[in-house]
């Protein structure tokens, strides 16, 4: 079946620092992929998504490039901020068995500090 | 206006009670889902609805019964909780069923606690 792994938290950065979160997946069809964000006591944002390879994502200063050799979604940004502390999660869509679903990966939880 | 709205936000209840979480959304979507997220932050699916037809049930005990009364709504009802029910539970909601690239748009959660 399909799956999603992302690299582990937590990761502790500086203000103004870079972000690469991996995240790699396994899908027997043609997935969307998806990055999505959970602030603190909130529920899930849609951050950036693609539909088909060599798709680039971006949204707020993050992007994340559909890499289909590779199978990969990473996570990218060039200089973080206090706000962005949040998990994320990476996630692929996939329309099988009469049903569409996400499949998320298992979060990676983002602190910067100043 | 809230997209994807769910009642109750928080709910504490004993074990062996029944309780229901309501769900809505009010951006004209056909497919309606329910996502359960561990303390772990881990997050999968449990139930998919299409306009008021279920279309995913991911093995989840029969305690669990979903509700989808018309295609804006769908509650959840669980019986006789159990300590292991104690989550959070997600309501989302998305255009249609085989459009897998629009992702889904969520509701802020319930956090269910079983003592």
């Known amino acids: 079946g399909d799956s999603v792994t992302q690299m582990e938290g937590p990761v502790t950065l500086s203000e103004e620092a870079c972000l690469t979160i991996?995240?790699?997946?396994?899908?027997?069809?043609?997935?969307?992929l998806f990055w999505y964000v959970q602030y603190p006591g909130e529920g899930l944002q849609l951050l950036l998504k693609?539909?088909?390879?060599?798709d680039k994502g971006s949204n707020k200063g993050f992007e994340a490039t559909y890499r289909k050799e590779t199978t990969s979604f990473h996570l990218e940004k060039g200089s973080v901020q206090v706000s962005d502390s949040a998990v994320y999660f990476c996630?692929?869509?996939?329309?099988?068995?009469?049903?569409?679903?996400?499949?998320f990966g298992t979060g990676t939880q983002l602190k910067v500090e100043l | 206006d809230t997209a994807v709205s769910q009642t109750p936000k928080y709910l504490v209840t004993q074990m062996g009670n029944d309780k229901s979480i309501k769900c809505e959304q009010n951006?004209?979507?056909?497919?309606m889902y329910w996502y359960k997220q561990d303390s772990k932050k881990f997050l999968k699916i449990m139930f998919s609805?299409?306009?008021?037809?279920?279309?995913i049930n991911e093995t989840v005990p029969n305690r669990f019964s979903p509700k989808s009364p018309d295609k804006a709504h769908l509650n959840l009802h669980i019986n006789s909780l159990e300590l292991g029910d104690s989550a959070v539970y997600f309501c989302?909601?998305?255009?249609?069923?085989?459009?897998?690239?629009?992702?889904?748009?969520f509701g802020q959660g319930t956090r269910l606690t079983v003592v």
């Open positions: 951006l004209g979507h056909d497919t």
């Open positions: 989302a909601s998305s255009p249609t069923r085989r459009t897998a690239g629009t992702g889904a748009f």
């Open positions: 609805y299409n306009n008021k037809e279920l279309i």
């Open positions: 693609a539909t088909k390879a060599d």
């Open positions: 996630a692929l869509s996939d329309f099988t068995g009469g049903g569409n679903k996400l499949t």
């Open positions: 991996n995240c790699t997946y396994t899908a027997t069809g043609y997935p969307s």
